[in-house]
């Protein structure tokens, strides 16, 4: 298939196919190394929980807040 073709898809089809690459990218974990930046920023967040310096949301709250941002 095509980009030009993928273009033309409704939007549920490219989720569909979005969502069967993302399966087959994570299946295999050795195929990709997270960059060493992430496990820094990783580290740096679970301290920041631990030191009650971070606002734990619940996904939905999270959401709203986020979508907000941007209206």
């Given at each position: 298939m095509s980009i030009a073709?993928?273009?033309?898809?409704?939007?549920?089809?490219?989720?569909k196919i979005i969502e069967a690459l993302w399966g087959d990218l994570a299946a295999d974990d050795a195929a990709f190394a997270s960059p060493a930046w992430?496990?820094?920023?990783?580290?740096?967040?679970?301290?920041?929980?631990?030191?009650?310096?971070?606002?734990?949301?619940?996904?939905?709250?999270?959401?709203?807040?986020l979508r907000k941002q941007f209206e």
């Open positions: 073709e993928l273009h033309k898809l409704p939007a549920d089809e490219k989720l992430h496990e820094d920023e990783l580290r740096k967040t679970e301290a920041d929980f631990a030191a009650g310096r971070v606002e734990i949301l619940d996904w939905e709250d999270a959401k709203k807040e």
